[in-house]
Protein backbone atom coordinates (compact mmCIF):
# COMPACT_ATOMS: atom_id res chain seq x y z
CA UNK A 1 0.00 0.00 0.00
CA UNK A 2 1.73 3.55 -1.04
CA UNK A 3 1.28 6.79 1.07
CA UNK A 4 -1.70 7.73 -1.00
CA UNK A 5 -3.57 4.50 -0.27
CA UNK A 6 -2.34 4.72 3.48
CA UNK A 7 -3.44 8.36 3.74
CA UNK A 8 -7.20 7.26 1.70
CA UNK A 9 -7.90 4.28 4.29
CA UNK A 10 -6.81 6.35 7.17
CA UNK A 11 -8.87 9.19 7.02
CA UNK A 12 -12.30 6.95 5.93
CA UNK A 13 -11.00 4.82 9.23
CA UNK A 14 -11.32 7.68 11.24
CA UNK A 15 -14.31 9.40 9.82
CA UNK A 16 -16.63 6.77 9.25
CA UNK A 17 -15.63 3.92 11.72
CA UNK A 18 -13.69 1.12 11.62
CA UNK A 19 -16.00 -1.40 10.55
CA UNK A 20 -17.89 0.53 7.92
CA UNK A 21 -14.44 0.86 6.77
CA UNK A 22 -13.72 -2.41 7.03
CA UNK A 23 -16.72 -3.61 4.79
CA UNK A 24 -15.88 -1.06 2.11
CA UNK A 25 -12.26 -2.23 2.36
CA UNK A 26 -13.52 -6.24 1.88
CA UNK A 27 -15.75 -4.79 -1.46
CA UNK A 28 -13.24 -2.38 -3.38
CA UNK A 29 -9.80 -4.28 -2.70
CA UNK A 30 -10.15 -5.66 -6.40
CA UNK A 31 -10.80 -2.63 -7.88
CA UNK A 32 -8.53 -0.99 -5.87
CA UNK A 33 -5.48 -2.90 -6.68
CA UNK A 34 -6.01 -2.04 -10.04
CA UNK A 35 -6.75 1.47 -9.63
CA UNK A 36 -3.67 2.06 -7.72
CA UNK A 37 -1.41 -0.20 -10.49
CA UNK A 38 -0.54 -0.70 -14.15
CA UNK A 39 1.90 -1.66 -15.60
CA UNK A 40 2.77 -0.78 -19.47
CA UNK A 41 1.11 -3.57 -21.20
CA UNK A 42 -2.37 -3.85 -19.41
CA UNK A 43 -5.30 -2.29 -20.84
CA UNK A 44 -6.00 0.77 -19.02
CA UNK A 45 -9.35 -0.09 -16.56
CA UNK A 46 -12.66 1.95 -17.04
CA UNK A 47 -14.88 1.72 -13.76
CA UNK A 48 -18.49 1.53 -15.15
CA UNK A 49 -22.10 1.99 -13.06
CA UNK A 50 -25.33 2.12 -15.26
CA UNK A 51 -26.38 4.12 -11.79
CA UNK A 52 -26.97 7.18 -12.86
CA UNK A 53 -27.68 9.27 -9.44
CA UNK A 54 -26.09 10.81 -6.90
CA UNK A 55 -25.26 7.15 -5.39
CA UNK A 56 -23.63 6.12 -8.41
CA UNK A 57 -20.88 8.76 -8.69
CA UNK A 58 -19.91 8.24 -4.95
CA UNK A 59 -19.62 4.41 -6.07
CA UNK A 60 -16.51 5.53 -8.74
CA UNK A 61 -14.96 8.05 -6.63
CA UNK A 62 -12.97 5.58 -4.13
CA UNK A 63 -11.60 3.68 -7.48
CA UNK A 64 -10.40 7.10 -8.86
CA UNK A 65 -9.41 9.25 -6.25
CA UNK A 66 -5.87 8.61 -5.76
CA UNK A 67 -4.37 11.47 -7.96
CA UNK A 68 -6.42 13.90 -6.42
CA UNK A 69 -4.73 15.71 -3.45
CA UNK A 70 -4.12 18.98 -2.70
CA UNK A 71 -6.47 22.06 -3.63
CA UNK A 72 -8.49 20.14 -6.14
CA UNK A 73 -10.23 21.74 -8.93
CA UNK A 74 -13.82 20.20 -10.38
CA UNK A 75 -13.44 21.04 -14.10
CA UNK A 76 -17.34 21.06 -14.91
CA UNK A 77 -19.82 22.34 -17.82
CA UNK A 78 -22.50 24.77 -16.36
CA UNK A 79 -24.59 24.63 -19.51
CA UNK A 80 -25.42 27.45 -22.10
CA UNK A 81 -28.67 29.46 -21.26
CA UNK A 82 -31.36 27.35 -22.21
CA UNK A 83 -29.97 24.36 -22.85
CA UNK A 84 -31.41 21.55 -20.22
CA UNK A 85 -28.62 18.45 -21.23
CA UNK A 86 -25.44 19.58 -19.38
CA UNK A 87 -24.74 16.80 -16.15
CA UNK A 88 -27.47 17.36 -13.17
CA UNK A 89 -25.38 19.27 -10.76
CA UNK A 90 -27.18 16.91 -8.25
CA UNK A 91 -24.62 14.47 -9.92
CA UNK A 92 -21.50 16.89 -9.56
CA UNK A 93 -22.40 17.60 -5.75
CA UNK A 94 -21.33 13.98 -4.47
CA UNK A 95 -17.75 14.72 -5.86
CA UNK A 96 -17.43 18.26 -4.68
CA UNK A 97 -18.00 17.57 -1.13
CA UNK A 98 -16.37 14.37 -0.98
CA UNK A 99 -12.79 16.86 -2.04
CA UNK A 100 -13.82 20.19 -0.92
CA UNK A 101 -13.52 20.66 -4.60
CA UNK A 102 -13.97 24.34 -6.59
CA UNK A 103 -16.48 23.92 -9.79
CA UNK A 104 -13.68 25.43 -11.97
CA UNK A 105 -14.74 26.58 -15.72
CA UNK A 106 -13.34 29.25 -18.01
CA UNK A 107 -15.43 31.84 -20.11
CA UNK A 108 -16.58 31.25 -23.77
CA UNK A 109 -15.36 32.51 -26.97
CA UNK A 110 -18.36 33.91 -28.46
CA UNK A 111 -20.89 36.10 -26.88
CA UNK A 112 -23.66 34.70 -24.36
CA UNK A 113 -23.66 34.82 -20.50
CA UNK A 114 -20.75 32.50 -20.01
CA UNK A 115 -18.80 35.01 -21.75
CA UNK A 116 -18.26 37.16 -18.84
CA UNK A 117 -17.26 35.83 -15.28
CA UNK A 118 -20.20 37.83 -13.93
CA UNK A 119 -22.97 36.21 -15.91
CA UNK A 120 -21.50 33.52 -16.39
CA UNK A 121 -21.45 32.66 -12.13
CA UNK A 122 -25.27 33.48 -12.05
CA UNK A 123 -26.10 31.33 -15.03
CA UNK A 124 -23.91 28.37 -12.90
CA UNK A 125 -25.74 28.99 -9.92
CA UNK A 126 -29.24 29.01 -11.97
CA UNK A 127 -28.90 25.88 -12.86
CA UNK A 128 -28.02 24.50 -9.98
CA UNK A 129 -24.41 24.48 -9.04
CA UNK A 130 -24.38 26.57 -5.64
CA UNK A 131 -23.09 24.17 -3.22
CA UNK A 132 -19.31 24.67 -4.05
CA UNK A 133 -17.50 27.92 -4.69
CA UNK A 134 -16.63 28.24 -8.46
CA UNK A 135 -13.64 30.09 -9.99
CA UNK A 136 -13.68 31.01 -13.67
CA UNK A 137 -10.04 30.34 -14.35
CA UNK A 138 -9.48 32.97 -17.07
CA UNK A 139 -11.28 36.14 -14.97
CA UNK A 140 -8.14 37.52 -14.18
CA UNK A 141 -6.44 36.90 -17.44
CA UNK A 142 -4.64 33.86 -19.33
CA UNK A 143 -0.76 31.99 -18.92
CA UNK A 144 0.79 31.33 -21.80
CA UNK A 145 2.37 27.98 -21.95
CA UNK A 146 5.44 26.97 -24.07
CA UNK A 147 4.55 23.99 -26.54
CA UNK A 148 5.97 22.10 -28.87
CA UNK A 149 2.85 19.67 -30.87
CA UNK A 150 2.06 19.96 -34.64
CA UNK A 151 -0.48 23.14 -34.34
CA UNK A 152 1.52 25.07 -31.14
CA UNK A 153 4.14 26.51 -29.81
CA UNK A 154 2.32 27.60 -27.08
CA UNK A 155 -1.42 26.89 -25.30
CA UNK A 156 -2.97 29.76 -23.77
CA UNK A 157 -5.14 28.83 -20.29
CA UNK A 158 -6.94 30.39 -17.35
CA UNK A 159 -4.54 31.80 -15.68
CA UNK A 160 -6.03 30.73 -11.95
CA UNK A 161 -4.97 26.91 -12.88
CA UNK A 162 -2.13 27.79 -11.05
CA UNK A 163 -4.12 27.58 -7.78
CA UNK A 164 -4.96 24.35 -7.77
CA UNK A 165 -2.84 20.89 -7.41
CA UNK A 166 -5.19 18.25 -8.89
CA UNK A 167 -7.98 18.31 -10.79
CA UNK A 168 -11.58 16.03 -11.18
CA UNK A 169 -13.25 16.32 -14.70
CA UNK A 170 -16.44 15.58 -14.71
CA UNK A 171 -17.62 15.60 -18.50
CA UNK A 172 -21.22 15.23 -20.26
CA UNK A 173 -20.36 12.51 -23.03
CA UNK A 174 -22.27 13.81 -26.12
CA UNK A 175 -22.48 14.81 -29.84
CA UNK A 176 -20.06 17.50 -31.26
CA UNK A 177 -20.50 18.97 -34.50
CA UNK A 178 -16.72 19.09 -35.18
CA UNK A 179 -15.40 16.86 -33.57
CA UNK A 180 -18.33 13.85 -33.62
CA UNK A 181 -18.09 13.24 -29.84
CA UNK A 182 -17.39 15.66 -26.84
CA UNK A 183 -16.34 14.13 -23.85
CA UNK A 184 -13.22 14.59 -20.90
CA UNK A 185 -10.89 15.85 -23.95
CA UNK A 186 -12.56 18.57 -24.94
CA UNK A 187 -13.21 19.36 -21.80
CA UNK A 188 -10.09 20.02 -20.73
CA UNK A 189 -8.49 21.20 -23.60
CA UNK A 190 -11.57 24.00 -25.04
CA UNK A 191 -12.91 23.65 -20.99
CA UNK A 192 -9.26 25.27 -19.54
CA UNK A 193 -8.32 27.26 -22.35
CA UNK A 194 -9.02 30.97 -22.26
CA UNK A 195 -10.85 32.61 -24.84
CA UNK A 196 -7.05 33.28 -26.74
CA UNK A 197 -7.02 29.39 -26.36
CA UNK A 198 -10.03 28.83 -27.58
CA UNK A 199 -9.79 31.17 -30.70
CA UNK A 200 -6.50 29.25 -31.56
CA UNK A 201 -8.19 25.85 -31.40
CA UNK A 202 -11.06 27.13 -33.07
CA UNK A 203 -9.73 29.73 -35.92
CA UNK A 204 -7.52 29.92 -38.20
CA UNK A 205 -7.74 33.26 -39.26
CA UNK A 206 -8.71 36.91 -37.42
CA UNK A 207 -11.86 37.20 -36.19
CA UNK A 208 -15.02 37.87 -38.80
CA UNK A 209 -16.20 41.56 -39.05
CA UNK A 210 -19.70 42.99 -39.83
CA UNK A 211 -18.26 46.56 -40.40
CA UNK A 212 -22.05 47.84 -41.18
CA UNK A 213 -23.11 47.45 -37.51
CA UNK A 214 -19.88 49.69 -36.21
CA UNK A 215 -21.76 52.69 -33.86
CA UNK A 216 -18.09 53.50 -33.23
CA UNK A 217 -18.07 53.53 -29.24
CA UNK A 218 -14.61 52.71 -29.89
CA UNK A 219 -14.28 50.30 -26.89
CA UNK A 220 -12.33 47.61 -29.30
CA UNK A 221 -9.82 50.06 -30.57
CA UNK A 222 -8.91 50.98 -26.99
CA UNK A 223 -9.12 47.29 -25.89
CA UNK A 224 -7.59 45.24 -28.59
CA UNK A 225 -3.59 44.26 -27.42
CA UNK A 226 -2.24 44.06 -30.70
CA UNK A 227 -3.34 48.04 -31.83
CA UNK A 228 -4.69 45.56 -35.03
CA UNK A 229 -7.93 47.58 -35.21
CA UNK A 230 -8.73 50.65 -37.70
CA UNK A 231 -12.24 52.06 -37.47
CA UNK A 232 -14.46 53.87 -39.80
CA UNK A 233 -14.66 51.46 -41.28
CA UNK A 234 -14.01 48.41 -39.07
CA UNK A 235 -10.73 47.05 -40.25
CA UNK A 236 -8.37 43.68 -38.67
CA UNK A 237 -4.77 44.18 -39.71
CA UNK A 238 -3.95 40.30 -39.62
CA UNK A 239 -0.36 41.55 -39.61
CA UNK A 240 -0.68 42.87 -35.85
CA UNK A 241 -3.49 41.03 -34.46
CA UNK A 242 -2.69 38.18 -31.93
CA UNK A 243 -5.98 36.19 -32.05
CA UNK A 244 -7.31 36.71 -28.22
CA UNK A 245 -10.63 37.21 -29.14
CA UNK A 246 -11.36 40.40 -26.94
CA UNK A 247 -12.92 42.26 -29.34
CA UNK A 248 -15.85 39.60 -29.78
CA UNK A 249 -16.40 40.21 -26.37
CA UNK A 250 -16.25 43.87 -25.92
CA UNK A 251 -18.17 44.91 -29.04
CA UNK A 252 -21.61 45.76 -27.95
CA UNK A 253 -23.24 45.21 -31.04
CA UNK A 254 -21.46 42.45 -31.93
CA UNK A 255 -19.48 43.52 -35.03
CA UNK A 256 -17.03 40.80 -34.47
CA UNK A 257 -17.12 37.19 -34.51
CA UNK A 258 -15.86 33.65 -34.82
CA UNK A 259 -14.74 32.54 -37.99
CA UNK A 260 -16.08 29.11 -37.29
CA UNK A 261 -15.71 27.47 -40.72
CA UNK A 262 -12.01 28.80 -40.87
CA UNK A 263 -10.85 25.32 -39.80
CA UNK A 264 -12.01 22.35 -40.84
CA UNK A 265 -13.21 19.67 -38.44
CA UNK A 266 -9.82 17.52 -38.71
CA UNK A 267 -7.82 20.02 -37.82
CA UNK A 268 -9.81 21.05 -34.88
CA UNK A 269 -10.03 17.57 -33.58
CA UNK A 270 -6.07 17.43 -33.76
CA UNK A 271 -5.64 20.95 -31.69
CA UNK A 272 -8.62 19.40 -29.11
CA UNK A 273 -6.06 16.61 -28.82
CA UNK A 274 -3.00 18.73 -28.56
CA UNK A 275 -4.57 21.04 -25.94
CA UNK A 276 -5.40 18.54 -23.66
CA UNK A 277 -2.02 16.76 -23.99
CA UNK A 278 -0.34 19.89 -23.18
CA UNK A 279 -3.14 20.95 -20.21
CA UNK A 280 -3.34 16.94 -18.64
CA UNK A 281 0.44 16.93 -18.10
CA UNK A 282 0.50 20.32 -15.97
CA UNK A 283 -1.20 18.47 -13.06
CA UNK A 284 -2.73 15.05 -11.98
CA UNK A 285 -6.12 14.72 -13.63
CA UNK A 286 -8.70 11.79 -13.24
CA UNK A 287 -12.34 11.55 -14.87
CA UNK A 288 -15.69 11.06 -15.13
CA UNK A 289 -17.80 10.67 -18.09
CA UNK A 290 -21.10 10.72 -18.09
CA UNK A 291 -23.38 9.18 -20.23
CA UNK A 292 -26.93 10.56 -20.24
CA UNK A 293 -29.25 12.91 -22.18
CA UNK A 294 -26.82 11.91 -24.90
CA UNK A 295 -27.42 14.70 -27.60
CA UNK A 296 -25.91 15.32 -30.99
CA UNK A 297 -24.55 18.25 -30.64
CA UNK A 298 -22.41 19.72 -27.66
CA UNK A 299 -23.93 21.88 -24.21
CA UNK A 300 -22.84 25.38 -25.39
CA UNK A 301 -26.19 25.52 -27.55
CA UNK A 302 -28.47 27.36 -26.31
CA UNK A 303 -31.28 24.75 -27.19
CA UNK A 304 -31.17 21.39 -25.99
CA UNK A 305 -31.42 18.69 -28.83
CA UNK A 306 -33.35 15.12 -27.93
CA UNK A 307 -30.97 12.34 -26.88
CA UNK A 308 -30.66 9.88 -29.93
CA UNK A 309 -29.98 7.19 -27.53
CA UNK A 310 -30.47 6.33 -24.26
CA UNK A 311 -28.92 6.95 -21.06
CA UNK A 312 -25.91 4.22 -20.47
CA UNK A 313 -24.38 5.09 -17.14
CA UNK A 314 -21.69 6.87 -15.50
CA UNK A 315 -17.47 5.65 -16.57
CA UNK A 316 -14.49 7.02 -14.80
CA UNK A 317 -10.59 6.08 -15.35
CA UNK A 318 -7.46 7.67 -14.55
CA UNK A 319 -6.70 7.38 -18.52
CA UNK A 320 -8.46 10.11 -20.66
CA UNK A 321 -8.15 8.23 -23.97
CA UNK A 322 -9.82 4.74 -22.78
CA UNK A 323 -12.70 6.38 -21.17
CA UNK A 324 -13.49 8.24 -24.06
CA UNK A 325 -12.58 4.83 -26.41
CA UNK A 326 -15.32 3.13 -23.74
CA UNK A 327 -17.68 6.18 -24.47
CA UNK A 328 -18.19 5.58 -27.47
CA UNK A 329 -17.97 2.48 -27.85
CA UNK A 330 -21.06 1.84 -25.25
CA UNK A 331 -22.70 4.33 -27.26
CA UNK A 332 -22.32 2.56 -30.22
CA UNK A 333 -23.00 -1.00 -28.31
CA UNK A 334 -26.39 0.83 -26.78
CA UNK A 335 -27.14 1.68 -30.91
CA UNK A 336 -25.88 -1.40 -32.57
CA UNK A 337 -23.95 0.33 -35.11
CA UNK A 338 -20.38 1.38 -35.92
CA UNK A 339 -20.32 4.70 -35.01
CA UNK A 340 -23.24 6.35 -33.59
CA UNK A 341 -21.18 10.29 -34.37
CA UNK A 342 -20.88 9.84 -37.69
CA UNK A 343 -24.74 8.89 -38.45
CA UNK A 344 -25.43 11.93 -35.99
CA UNK A 345 -23.50 14.38 -37.00
CA UNK A 346 -22.01 13.41 -39.78
CA UNK A 347 -18.47 13.75 -38.08
CA UNK A 348 -17.13 10.15 -36.72
CA UNK A 349 -15.86 9.95 -33.35
CA UNK A 350 -12.52 7.89 -34.49
CA UNK A 351 -9.98 10.51 -35.82
CA UNK A 352 -10.07 11.87 -32.19
CA UNK A 353 -9.37 8.72 -30.56
CA UNK A 354 -6.94 7.78 -32.93
CA UNK A 355 -5.12 11.18 -32.93
CA UNK A 356 -5.51 11.44 -29.00
CA UNK A 357 -3.54 7.82 -29.12
CA UNK A 358 -1.38 8.91 -31.82
CA UNK A 359 0.20 11.66 -29.45
CA UNK A 360 0.36 9.99 -26.22
CA UNK A 361 -2.24 11.23 -24.73
CA UNK A 362 -3.55 7.81 -23.11
CA UNK A 363 -4.25 4.32 -24.75
CA UNK A 364 -7.36 3.53 -26.53
CA UNK A 365 -7.09 -0.41 -25.41
CA UNK A 366 -9.46 -0.91 -22.43
CA UNK A 367 -10.65 -3.07 -19.64
CA UNK A 368 -14.86 -2.23 -18.42
CA UNK A 369 -14.99 -3.44 -14.99
CA UNK A 370 -18.48 -2.63 -14.51
CA UNK A 371 -19.70 -1.83 -10.74
CA UNK A 372 -23.33 -2.00 -10.58
S1 LIG B 1 -8.55 39.15 -31.78
FE1 LIG B 1 -7.49 40.41 -30.21
S2 LIG B 1 -5.67 41.16 -31.27
FE2 LIG B 1 -7.07 40.45 -32.88
S3 LIG B 1 -8.22 42.24 -33.44
FE3 LIG B 1 -9.44 41.23 -31.87
S4 LIG B 1 -8.77 42.21 -29.95
FE4 LIG B 1 -7.27 42.73 -31.50
S1 LIG C 1 -16.57 47.98 -30.24
FE1 LIG C 1 -17.95 47.54 -31.96
S2 LIG C 1 -19.29 49.32 -32.09
FE2 LIG C 1 -17.57 49.94 -30.82
S3 LIG C 1 -16.13 50.84 -32.28
FE3 LIG C 1 -15.57 48.71 -32.10
S4 LIG C 1 -16.68 47.72 -33.79
FE4 LIG C 1 -17.62 49.71 -33.49
Not at 25 to 43: N, Q
Not at 70 to 91: A, C, D, M, R
Not at 184 to 212: E, L, Q, W
Request: charged share 20%.
Amino acid sequence: MNDLEYNFWKRRISRRGFLASLGTLIFSAPFARHAFSKTPDEPSLVYFTRDISPQGVKSLLPLVKNKLHGNIGLKVHFGEEGNTNFISPELVRPAAEAFKATLVETNVLYVSKRRYTESHIKLAKEHGFDFAPIDILDAGGDKFIPAKTKHFSEVRIGKNFDNYDSFLVMSHFKGHMLSGFGGAIKNISMGFASVAGKMAMHASTVPRTSPDKCILCRECEKQCPGDAITLEPVRIDPAKCIGCGKCIGVCPVQVYDVPWSSTASPVVVERLCEYAQVISSLRPMTYINVLAKISKDCDCMSGAHAPFVNDIGIAASHDIVALEKASFDMVNKKLGIKDAFLKVNNVSGRPQLRYAESIGLGAASYKLIDIS
